[in-house]
């Protein structure tokens, strides 16, 4: 950009340039009282002379001074990182002011004189992403800043290789139910496709690949372990450079459900039916529960069959003053586990009474009130209950343990 300082009885003004400080050339003018001008013309690589004159009706000035400028070729392109993210390599650098456009050189050795590919970047485009390059071998790369002045030097090198990646490491292996491990791993880089592996042994050269997972995926399900035996898991890691080592092993041993802990209940009744409510604690390789059941210790012929997380039942339509006892065992397909400990309660001698009914309130005199009720066949004693609002919840006992029903 070109400025001068204004003169006070001028219209216009006229910008000159020169290359050789002698010969000149009208490129532009500009109006009253302007005093900037942008030569987008410059001569590149040249030193450029610039005069400018200012005119009114009576004629012209005489030159300005004269001024110069030189525009160079760009600097050397600074900053350039090749990262391999992917399975690609992604080229960024730092931007350069005066540069029109940038080449990327790439090559397979360190001297950028014997590069095999190269590339064409608009101004201003400060990354690439390189997708096609041999894996198992150093790629390198350079880049150069162009003006119409020339190109800069060679940028550093920037180089990365893109290799099998590392063994995977686990995360864990889970029985989840119905005789299936999942396998859990750590994510990774660089991956096309994880390969696992199975064998009953620790030995990772006869085991024998179970299935693939995709490079986004951390877990594969094992849908046909061996019941009874240690399961030994192992993974590779692919991508397009080869397949990583084994991983360290993971193993597993699928056994029957251990026995039930917790086996517990409490009494339900009512006027006409006595009830125990059960509950365990849920064990997490069950397929199904039994409940056993008998008025003898160590039940054995009376069962209820339950589902698989079920932790609870209840047994109705039970004796008054009886002793039951109970227990539990757990399956899976692999077997049984053991009888649970067992349980036993006994059952109230009678079912609760009755509420009574037809109360009936008579004053007998100024400070006395006569309640009656009807009998409750099986009633051993009332309590009555008074509240001065009809609140049977904030009611209070006035008269616990009367023996007759007036």
């Not at 070109?2 to 216009?12: F, I, M, P, Q």
């Not at 399961?231 to 251990?258: D, H, V």
């Not at 109705?316 to 309660?345: C, D, H, M, P, W």
Request: aromatic fraction near 12%; charged fraction near 10%.
């Amino acid at each position: 950009m070109l400025s001068w300082s204004n003169v006070a009885n001028e219209t216009s003004y006229t910008l000159f340039r020169s290359t050789n400080s002698l010969t000149t050339n009208a490129i532009g003018g500009v109006g009253k009282n302007v005093t900037i001008f942008t030569d987008t013309l410059s001569s590149l690589g040249k030193i450029n002379y610039y005069f400018v004159k200012a005119y009114n009706l009576l004629g012209s000035s005489g030159y300005s001074p004269l001024a110069s400028a030189f525009l160079p070729p760009p600097g050397q392109p600074m900053n350039l990182t090749a990262i391999l993210t992917n399975q690609e390599i992604l080229i960024t650098f730092s931007d350069l002011t005066n540069e029109s456009s940038y080449t990327l050189f790439k090559g397979l050795t360190n001297n950028p004189a014997s590069y095999t590919w190269k590339t064409n970047l608009p101004q201003d485009q400060t990354n690439y992403l390189d997708t096609v390059f041999p894996a198992n071998t150093n790629i390198y790369y350079w880049i150069r800043a162009y003006n119409g002045s020339g190109a800069s030097p060679f940028s550093s090198v920037a180089s990365t290789n893109l290799q099998p990646p590392p063994a995977p490491v686990w995360v864990s292996a889970i029985e989840t139910g119905n005789l299936r491990i999942e396998l859990t791993w750590q994510s990774m880089p660089n991956v096309s496709i994880y390969s696992l592996f199975h064998f009953t042994n620790n030995n990772s050269s006869s085991a024998t690949n179970i299935g693939s997972a995709l490079a986004s995926q951390t877990s594969f399900t094992h849908n046909s372990p061996l019941v009874g035996q240690t399961n030994f898991y192992w993974i590779k890691a692919i991508n397009r450079a080869g397949p990583s080592g084994f991983s360290a092993s993971t193993n597993i041993f699928l056994q029957p459900p251990g026995t039930p802990a917790g086996l517990s209940g409490s009494i339900i009744a009512d006027t006409t039916n006595m009830s125990i409510a059960f509950s365990w604690i849920d064990i997490n390789n069950e397929t199904s529960y039994t409940l056993f059941w008998s008025t003898n210790i160590n039940p054995t012929n009376n069962k209820v069959g339950l589902n698989q997380d079920q932790t609870n039942y209840l047994h109705a339509n039970l004796q008054t003053g009886q002793a039951y006892y109970y227990r539990v065992k757990a399956y899976n397909t692999l077997g049984e586990s053991a009888y649970s400990t067992n349980f036993t309660i006994t059952t109230p001698s009678e079912y609760p009474p009755q509420p009574p009914s037809f109360l009936i309130a008579n004053a007998i005199s100024g400070a006395s009130i006569q309640l009656e009720w009807e009998s409750v066949s099986n009633a051993t004693s009332y309590t009555l209950f008074r509240n001065t609002v009809n609140d049977l919840v904030s009611a209070q006992a006035v008269a616990p343990g009367v023996s007759r029903r007036t």
